[in-house]
């Protein structure tokens, strides 16, 4: 079964400082996506990602964050000068094309604590 | 207005029985998708079971279906049989065909919980 790879899996930063969340999509898969999820709450929409470039973003997705597709393999989510409120679980997500019946796969998380 | 409605954030079944998760939607797209993801307590997100609004019928996937009732706007998930592994969060979600990418809108969960 193929799969979406996060890392890290879990980072403690201190207030101010810069993060890089990295993912490796499934390599056939076209359209990659970033959520969140605050502890104990629903997950959100951050990103999409389609071509290298994004196709949509939600109101979170501010001028703290950006991503970017280095090399033809990995994505990744930088947050800048992180906030309290940025503790949550980020979610990478990747599928093959649009078709509405095509499973959105997601890696495991990467836990982001800032202290 | 919430696309997704989750009214349960909690239930408890007994081991073996069958138990029902509620979930409603509101979209105004004619065509859409319906998933239910599982989470359990390691956090990640574990893909059951999509519906598709013009499916004729409901979806099954093993232990796992999903009551579809479009004019209700309704996309209840029954596991059959519950398992001691089966307790987790299980989310709805909705991709419409008129978001640009596809995204994925999520409701706020279910905490499941299985009773020996």
């Known amino acids: 079964e193929p799969e979406v790879t996060q890392t890290p899996s879990h980072q403690v930063t201190q207030m101010g400082q810069e993060v890089i969340l990295r993912c490796v999509p499934i390599?056939?898969?076209?359209?990659f996506y970033w959520y969140r999820q605050i502890l104990g709450q629903k997950v959100e929409f951050l990103v999409s990602?389609?071509?290298?470039?994004?196709?949509?973003k939600s109101e979170i997705f501010d001028d703290q964050f950006s991503v970017e597709r280095p090399d033809g393999s990995n994505f990744t989510l930088k947050i800048r000068s992180t906030k309290l409120e940025d503790s949550a679980m980020y979610f990478c997500?990747?599928?093959?094309?649009?078709?509405?019946?095509?499973?959105?796969?997601f890696g495991e998380g990467s836990w982001l604590t800032v202290v | 207005a919430q696309k997704i409605t989750q009214t349960q954030p909690g239930m408890f079944v007994q081991e073996k029985e069958a138990v029902t998760l509620d979930c409603t939607y509101d979209?105004?797209?004619?065509?859409?998708?319906l998933f239910w993801y599982k989470q359990p307590s390691s956090g990640e997100m574990i893909f059951l079971i999509y519906q598709g609004s013009y499916d004729q019928q409901n979806a099954t996937e093993g232990r796992y279906s999903l009551n579809f009732q479009k004019a209700r706007k309704s996309a209840n998930l029954v596991i059959s049989a519950s398992q001691l592994g089966d307790s987790a969060m299980y989310f709805c979600a909705m991709r419409e065909s008129g978001a640009g990418s596809y995204q994925l809108t999520f409701g706020k969960g279910t905490k499941l919980s299985v009773i020996p």
């Open positions: 390599s056939n898969h076209l359209y």
């Open positions: 997500a990747s599928i093959e094309d649009r078709a509405l019946y095509n499973t959105i796969y």
């Open positions: 990602f389609y071509n290298n470039e994004i196709s949509e």
């Open positions: 979209t105004s797209d004619p065509s859409y998708g």
